[in-house]
């Protein structure tokens, strides 16, 4: 992998023969390069003569001839992109907390936002999306606990085995799994001791998916 100025004199020499059919000279390489010194030039040179990006041809002042090319960028421009990388996965972005949702016996839903939440952009990379707070115990063998936040996708369809926001005769939310048998829509819970609700499509609207679960360790 090349340094920034060693990548830059290699293109900047590379260009120079195609367009000129001539190495540039020592004086358009410092420049090239922003170095105040020949010498400076010099050393670039050695080094990618060393590692075979160039060849100095015999008998002719200053003729070089470029051997190869780097397939990845210079080092100074990767680490670049690392740290801009880095920031991107460590910045927020901010999405509203709706409330409380049951993962138990369904709570009325509640549909004011109250304030919002800072979440990792990984998380919700495409779409709309808000979080609730998880209460009860309904849902803990899909790893859901009570006193979690969940990050919901913002939909009104799902896919059979999804995990969704269910609204209930527009007045109940609750998080279960959702399972379409016929004309009715079954909400099952992830836990032996709570049972199956069974309701006619006409009666539940999907508000969002599950998309992941956010937990504070006391």
């Known amino acids: 992998m090349l340094t920034e100025k060693q990548h830059k004199l290699l293109m900047f020499i590379n260009k120079t023969l195609k367009e000129t059919g001539c190495s540039p000279s ?6 090239a390069v922003g170095l105040k010194s020949k010498s400076g030039v010099h050393a670039l040179i050695s080094s990618l003569q060393e590692r075979g990006f160039i060849k100095k041809l015999p008998h002719k002042a200053r003729a070089l001839e470029v051997l ?5 960028k210079p080092l ?12 991107l996965q460590n910045a927020a972005a901010q999405i509203p907390l709706y409330g409380k949702i049951a993962a138990g016996t369904p709570i009325s839903a509640i549909a004011n936002e109250t304030e919002v939440i800072s979440v990792p952009f990984e ?7 808000y979080a609730l707070n998880i209460e009860g115990n309904s849902m803990v063998e899909a790893g859901i606990l009570d006193g979690d936040i969940a990050i919901i996708k913002q939909t009104d369809t799902a896919d059979n085995g999804a995990i969704v926001v269910a609204l209930v005769d527009n007045e109940e939310a609750t998080l279960k799994v959702l399972q379409k048998k016929g004309d009715e829509i079954w909400l099952v819970p992830c836990n ?18 599950l998309s992941s679960i956010i937990r504070n360790y006391h």
Do not use: C, H, T
Request: charged fraction near 40%; glycine fraction near 4%; aromatic fraction near 8%.
């Open 26 to 31: 020592f004086d358009e390489m410092k420049n």
């Open 68 to 72: 190869k090319l780097p397939k990845s």
């Open 76 to 87: 100074s421009v990767l680490q670049e992109e690392k740290k801009r990388e880095i920031a």
């Open 123 to 129: 998380m919700v990379a495409k779409g709309r999306y």
């Open 192 to 209: 032996k001791e709570y049972e199956i609700r069974k309701f006619q499509a006409s009666r539940v609207k999907i508000q969002g998916i």
